[in-house]
């Protein structure tokens, strides 16, 4: 499976997206998951802070954030069935995790709502 899109208009996509993650068995992350990110979430977050975490797919991160004490962590992405798996995924176990269906563009939350997204 080719990991990025072939064209710019693919990474705007919907479509693209929902096509990558019903493909994408494992977990994918952009930047790298917790253990490659810990040095500057640790030196720029604190546990208590309210992180947003935009576009989602299935990626761990917001449990490694959790598991490692950060507890206020909200996930959102387009694909509603990614959502459903990271909510039955993390539900039981991380139950302060918030994963929603929502666009970035129309996420509506107020200014300053959040510390890092």
């Given at each position: 499976?080719?990991?990025?899109?072939?064209?710019?208009?693919?990474?705007?996509?919907?479509?693209y997206?929902?096509?990558?993650?019903?493909?994408?068995?494992?977990?994918?992350?952009?930047?790298?998951?917790?253990?490659?990110?810990?040095?500057?979430?640790?030196?720029?977050?604190?546990?208590?802070?309210?992180i947003?975490?935009?576009?989602?797919g299935?990626?761990?991160?917001?449990?490694?954030?959790?598991d490692?004490?950060?507890?206020?962590?909200?996930?959102?992405?387009?694909?509603?069935?990614?959502?459903?798996?990271?909510?039955?995924r993390?539900?039981?176990?991380?139950?302060?995790?918030?994963?929603?269906?929502?666009?970035?563009?129309?996420?509506?939350?107020?200014y300053?709502?959040?510390?890092?997204?």
């Amino acid at each position: 499976m080719v990991l990025l899109p072939k064209t710019q208009q693919e990474f705007a996509d919907p479509k693209y997206w929902k096509q990558f993650f019903e493909k994408c068995e494992t977990p994918f992350e952009w930047y790298g998951d917790y253990v490659q990110l810990a040095g500057v979430f640790d030196k720029y977050l604190k546990p208590a802070d309210s992180i947003l975490q935009i576009g989602c797919g299935n990626s761990i991160l917001a449990e490694q954030l959790y598991d490692n004490g950060y507890r206020n962590v909200r996930s959102i992405d387009i694909d509603s069935k990614v959502i459903v798996k990271q909510q039955q995924r993390n539900g039981q176990k991380r139950p302060e995790l918030v994963f929603e269906c929502r666009s970035a563009t129309e996420v509506g939350f107020l200014y300053n709502f959040f510390n890092a997204e």
